[in-house]
């Protein structure tokens, strides 16, 4: 008879190791606000329910077959939980809840013109490594890591790391993208995960075929250059190298390389044009020292050209396109960090740091749409809407996506339902007409689409006519929450007539929480 000794050493460990948490650790609640109740988790469906019934208006003829799918946070066991032990206490964020993928597919069902749409909805989680663990043990297990005492953060992130051999969970739950005929949900704590469009099934992790083993941008962007069907990915990390910069074609990575920073930049999303990537080198970083101490043209590092311009935080850029020899980024900036740091006092269950919580609609925005001149090593910023209205979550026609394109989309933050609750909340959609100035001022002009009071958005997404010859001829497409009816929807907005009422709201059956991005996927690409 022969024994494994290693096996039974791990297996006498993790026994040891988890006695050690249960018997240090205490898994509390995060409660919710009432404000905040709306962000809570879900159950699964367990399959496609028809919401066909539940259709107010009518979903246009030239409205394409697809698949309308948006990722977000969505905690198992119940919701977040906080620790408390000898060592103090430590918290989760919101944003930190495992994914789960919100989908309403569109079908043709015979003649369009007398109503012939059939619509499905599904919701499922996003089954990453550490979903499976934990959905495995059917108990919570990853201690939380992000906020609270420094020596319980301290200890959670070297239990985890002994236990699993990974100091917190693989949450997947900010976007989804397609590249070469595949789906993919993705959060930059980790690789992507392959997603079955249709049944929403997680597949597999997704390594490059095992050339990419570190973070993978929330935000990929295809390659401008003619021709090109290429994907261009980042990926940040807290050791070196801190930022490396990949080029996809098909299955492969055909391109890699470490632009030598000094320092962890928490870059969400990246700009591309025909010639070049543009990275938002902004100063909210990932350093390990601070925490221990409480605190298309292929080129190299030394072909990248830095520019200064006023610190803020830019997470999401609407576009970027070359004009002759100037490179304009179009993008929401904002003045602070929209991440609270470790110190975040524990009964703030909310995300928004305090410089970023306003208390009347009378105070100066956070994020508002600017634009980025680069030329001959000068940058010109301005703001294009100035500070009326605060948005983020933007969207173009994908096809002006690294060219000049005349009209953007996003959501609009509620300043006063933000602040009360601690986490953004989206009041409305705006629509910007970059190349029509305002007609009192130097700004650009903006149509806005706003919500019945207490109703909220998350997920918006441009859809083009399949008809449409003009680059703002389509749909917005969006989930929205009413919180005094607890009924969730969503909402096409014709984008030729944006101020009026929607062309059509369809109910769901269940709440849909508050989450990240959205995409409208054309069936024809799908299958």
Partial sequence: MQIDVTKTFKNTSGKVLDFLVDSMFEFVDQEFLPSQSKFGPVDELGGEVAVTSGIRGKIPDDFPEGIYIRNGPNPLFGGLKS????????SHLWIEGEGMLHALYFSRDGDVSDGGWTVHYNNRHVETETFKLEKQRNKLSFLPAIGGDLPAILS???LNLLRFGKVNKYLSNTNVFEHSGKFYSIAENHIPQEIDIITLETLGNWDVSGAWNRPFTSHPKGCRAPGSEELVILGVDAVKPFMEIGIISGIELIHKVDLKLNRCSLCHELGVTERYNVIMDFPLTLELNRLVNGGPVQGDADSVRWFKVEPNCTFHI????????????????APDSVIPGPDMALNQFGWLPRKLKPTSTSQENDFSPDELNIQGGEV???YLTGKRLSMDFPMINGAFSGYKNGYGYAQVVDSVASSASGMLKYSGLAKLHFEEPAEVSLEIKVETHMFEENSFCSGASFVPNRRGLEEDDGWVITFVHNEDTNISQVYMIDTKKFSSEPVAQITLPCRVPYGFHGAFIPISSST
């Fill in 156 to 158: 959670a992130y070297l």
């Fill in 318 to 333: 609407i576009n970027s396109f070359e004009d002759g020899d100037e490179v304009v980024v179009w993008a929401c900036k």
């Fill in 380 to 382: 010109n910023e301005r």
């Fill in 83 to 90: 620790t408390r032990s000898v060592l103090g206490q430590s």
